[in-house]
């Protein structure tokens, strides 16, 4: 399984995913899931990805393809398409046939592989967006009510984002609410795993602006994780029934 | 959805379950989920119910029946058991058999209306001892290493359990957190809902010690729901990254 996160702030955007991945208990990796692309000052677009390895690593790979294309166009390349709305479309149609290409092959009636996205970005002059594409390639985004999304293993992760997460959350809060969401997450379940992978896109800057990897170990998020518990314990233990 | 929670303590037993039940978005209404079957002193056995509501009902209709039939022997009978182990195999092979009945009358191919349950009780001399039965009608049981179970909708309200509840929580601390627990739930997952049931069976008591509804807007629930809330915004606020 996988965990990702997005937060969509007034000030910028947080993403977090994991690294995990499993085909059988007995087959585990680790693999990349949050991808970017951008022309910094221009337009920024991250990915995460969740679900089958094979569909979102080809997807990734044809996204990828399409901005290089020498005759890339704004219906085909994600750096060109004329709005973040045309960006997720060209994710979600991506993501379709690619799964729908080996579905055919192996006549699985629409069940092969199914994965799904969260694409967060902004280009000169426009919003920031964040969109969650489902399996099927249609898509739902990110708003004020709902400043979150998340993909994967998402419950467990869930109550904290619930209680903390505003469009007012400052960016480092951000970051220290999806690693807590993350935190819960590993804590619950195995499949779900180290190392993490955080960016940070600040609002208007059209790049990413914060990029970090924590491996396992690493002693910030220890540090972190262990002063959560703690704190959570000692709470626990002075709140009245 | 439901969600249904049992602690298995050195103290005793704490259960908690909700009552919403919902067929479709428009068809929501509040059934007890919890039920207990006892000879004060002698044995105490609770059941906590998920899913198909025309399962479980039935499977708890059976068992009192069973209970109440005049010919009502070892095999037969939850109240004259032998053994908890027996109790779980006799809740299992009935819960099957009502499910099989109707998944065979509609040729649904084994899917009809799946329902788990918790089973906690003691019989005198006995130890605690407590289930979790499938949809299929086998089960596990609660240990020391994994001192809770959860049946319905789980997921949101596993953190806290893993982080609070150990073998030697008491069961004042063990009330405390199944409804932190519930209340996580309630917060992520409309589908679950007040009122909920409390029940409380302490050590070697062979009753059911203690056991309380908490309707909608109950004062104390709401309290601890508040303080839990504020504790956890403050410490968010307070540990470092």
């Known amino acids: 399984m996988t965990y990702g996160v997005g937060l969509l702030l007034n000030e910028g955007m947080v993403l977090l995913s994991d ?5 059988g208990i007995d087959h585990i990796s680790s693999y990349r899931k949050m991808f970017s692309f951008e022309v910094p000052g221009e337009r920024v677009v991250a990915i995460l990805t969740a679900g089958s390895l094979s569909v979102t690593q080809a997807t990734i790979a044809k996204l990828q393809e399409a901005v290089e294309d020498p005759e890339a166009s704004p219906e085909t390349s994600i750096l060109l398409a004329p709005t973040l709305l045309k960006v997720a479309e060209i994710v979600g149609a991506t993501l379709w046939a690619v799964r729908d290409a080996v579905d055919q092959r192996l006549r699985t009636g629409g069940q092969f592989g199914p994965a799904s996205m969260i694409v967060a970005g902004q280009r000169k002059g426009g919003v920031m967006r964040m969109f969650l594409i489902y399996p099927e390639g249609n898509f ?14 998402h419950k467990y992760g869930k109550p904290i984002l619930d209680r903390i997460v505003r469009p007012d959350t400052s960016l480092a809060d951000g970051q220290k609410a999806v690693l807590l969401s993350m935190d819960s997450t590993l804590r619950s379940n195995l499949s779900v795993g180290m190392p993490l992978d955080l960016a940070v896109i600040a609002r208007d800057e059209c790049r990413v602006t914060q990029q970090r990897r924590f491996e396992p170990g690493d002693a910030d998020f220890r540090r972190t994780s262990e002063a959560w518990s703690k704190a959570l314990r000692s709470s626990f233990g002075k709140i009245p029934l």
């Open 19 to 23: 690294t995990r991945t499993n085909a």
């Open 140 to 153: 739902i985004e990110a708003t004020e009510d709902t400043p979150f999304l998340q993909i994967g293993e």
